[in-house]
C-alpha cells in the first residue's frame, strides 16, 4: 500500500475567521481560554495577526496589538504562529518606506511570530522584496503568496510565472490565496499540478468558502500536491470565512488510506465547544449577519470578495442608493478592466469599489476620482497585471498623466522611522507603538491617549488631542 500523504493545517479562526464574519472584532479575552487547546490539536499553524486585526485592535477593541501577540505566544509553545502581511504596505494602507518594513518584520517575529504570509494586491512582485529579504534577516519563515483573481488577462501561465519568480527571490514557502473564493475544483487541481512540477518549495492554499467551493476546491488541492490548506473551526467557518476544520480533517483521514492531518480529533472538539457559545452570541448581538453565512454566487459572477460585497452596501446605504446595488455590482468589472484588472484584495478591493459606487451614484463615470484611484493610474501602487492605457491616464490624471511611475514605488520614499519617532516621542511606552503610530496615526493617537488615561484613572474623554498625561 503506498505510504499515506500529509496534508497540514493552518487554523484561522484567530484572524481571518472572524475577520471575514464578525469585522474582527474577537477580543484577545475571549481568545485566551482557546489558545492551549489550539496549541495541543496538530495544526500546521495558527494564523493570529495581521490583516485587519491590528486596525481593529487599535480603533474598536482599545487592544494593544503587540500585547496580544505576546499573549498568543505565551500559550502556545508547540504551534508556529502565522501573520499576514501586505508586502510593501505592511498592515496599513499606503506604501512604506523600506526602513519601516525591515523594523516592523523584526517587531513582528521578536514578538512571536514565525510565519509571514506577504502578498501584494496587485500582484507586483517588486513589492513583495523588502518585507522577503527582511523575513529572513531576522529568522523567520517568508511565505511568498499570489492574490488570485479572475479576468481575461489571468492565466494559470501567469500565476506560475509569478510562484517561480517570488521562490526565486527566496521565499521558504509559496501561498495561493483566493480571497473571494474563486478557485474551482477542477482548475485549481490543474493549477495545483502545474506549480508543484515546476516549484520544489512548500504550496498552500488558502480560500474562501463565498462560493460555496472551497471544501471540493480544497479536496482535489490535496489530489494535486498541495502541502498545507487552511480552514476555520466550524463556529466560524463557511459564508465569507473558510471552509470548517473538523470535517475537512475527517474526510482526510478518512481517505482509504490516501491523506492523513495528524490532527487530534477529540481537541478539535474541545475547542469547537468553546468557540460555539461566541458565535451563537454574536449572531444575537447583529454582530455576525447570517447574510454573511450563506453562498454568494455574486462573487463568481463579478469577482467580488464577500468583504468588498458588505463595503459595497455600507457605502450605497450611506448614500442612500440601495435600489443601485445590482448597477454597482455590474460596474465593478468594468472598473477593474479600465485599472488593469487588478485582484481584488485590499487595498484595490477598496479603491475600486468605491470608484465602482461613485460612478453609478453620481450619474457619471469617472466625475468624481478619489485619490486612492489616482495614486494607481500613477503607478504609486506598483505594476498593474495590464498596463493603464494613456488614453485613461490621460482621462483621470489631465496633464499629470505624463509623469506616471514605472519603477518600484517604495524607491521614491526616504526612510521615515526616525520621522516616526519624533512624531509619536510623546506617547511611546515600547518601541512597538512607532510602528502603530506611523500605520494608524489617528486610531493610535487616540489609544495611546486612552491607555495613558486608564494607567492614570482619568476620563479619556476630557483630554484634549494634544494633551499628555501625566501623573496626579
Known sequence: MAEKRKIGFTETILRDAHQSLIATRMTTEEMVPALEILDAVGYNALECWGGATF??????????????????????????????????????????????????????????IDIIRI????????NLEAAIKACKKYGGHAQGTISYTLSPVHT??????????????????????????????????????????????????????????????????????VDIIDTAL????EG??????????????????????????????????????????DIASGLMDTKLLGVDINTL?????????????????????????????????????DLGYPPLVTPSSQIVGTQAVLNIVTGERYKMVPNEFKDVVRGKYGATTVPISDEFAKKILGDEAKDRITHRPADDLAPELDKAKEEFAEYIEQPED?????????????????????????????????DQVYPV
Open 434 to 466: 512607532i510602528l502603530t503610530g506611523a500605520m494608524f496615526p489617528g486610531p493610535a493617537v487616540e489609544f495611546f491617549k486612552w491607555r495613558q488615561a486608564q494607567k492614570y484613572g482619568i476620563d479619556s474623554t476630557l483630554l484634549d488631542e494634544k
Open 301 to 337: 459572477i463579478y469577482q467580488v470578495p464577500g468583504g468588498m460585497l458588505s463595503n459595497l452596501v455600507s457605502q450605497l446605504k450611506q448614500a442612500n442608493a440601495m435600489d443601485k446595488f445590482e448597477d454597482v455590482l455590474k460596474e465593478v468589472p468594468r472598473v477593474r478592466e
Open 55 to 112: 486596525d481593529a485592535s487599535v480603533r474598536f477593541l482599545h487592544e494593544d496589538p503587540w500585547e496580544r501577540l505576546r499573549t498568543f505566544r505565551k500559550h502556545v509553545k508547540n504551534t508556529k504562529l502565522q501573520m499576514l502581511l501586505r508586502g510593501q504596505n505592511l498592515l496599513g494602507y499606503r506604501h512604506y518606506a523600506d526602513d519601516m518594513v525591515d523594523e516592523f518584520v523584526n517587531k513582528s517575529i521578536a514578538n512571536g
Open 156 to 225: 494559470p501561465e501567469m500565476f506560475i510565472k509569478l510562484i517561480k519568480q517570488i521562490a526565486e527571490m527566496g521565499a521558504d514557502s509559496v501561498c495561493i490565496k483566493d480571497m473571494a473564493g474563486l478557485l474551482d475544483p477542477y482548475g485549481t487541481y490543474d493549477l495545483v499540478k502545474a506549480i508543484k512540477s515546476e516549484v520544489k518549495i512548500p504550496l498552500e492554499l488558502h480560500t474562501h468558502a463565498t462560493s460555496g467551493l472551497g471544501s471540493m476546491t480544497y479536496m482535489k488541492a490535496a489530489e494535486a500536491g
Open 240 to 281: 465569507t470565512s473558510q471552509p470548517p476544520t473538523e470535517p475537512m480533517v475527517y474526510a482526510f483521514d478518512h481517505s482509504g488510506g490516501q491523506f492523513e492531518t495528524g490532527l487530534s480529533m477529540e481537541k478539535l472538539n474541545e475547542a469547537t465547544e468553546y468557540f460555539r457559545p461566541l458565535r451563537e452570541a
Open 119 to 126: 502578498f501584494d494586491a496587485f500582484n507586483d512582485v517588486r
Open 234 to 237: 466550524s463556529p466560524f467557518a
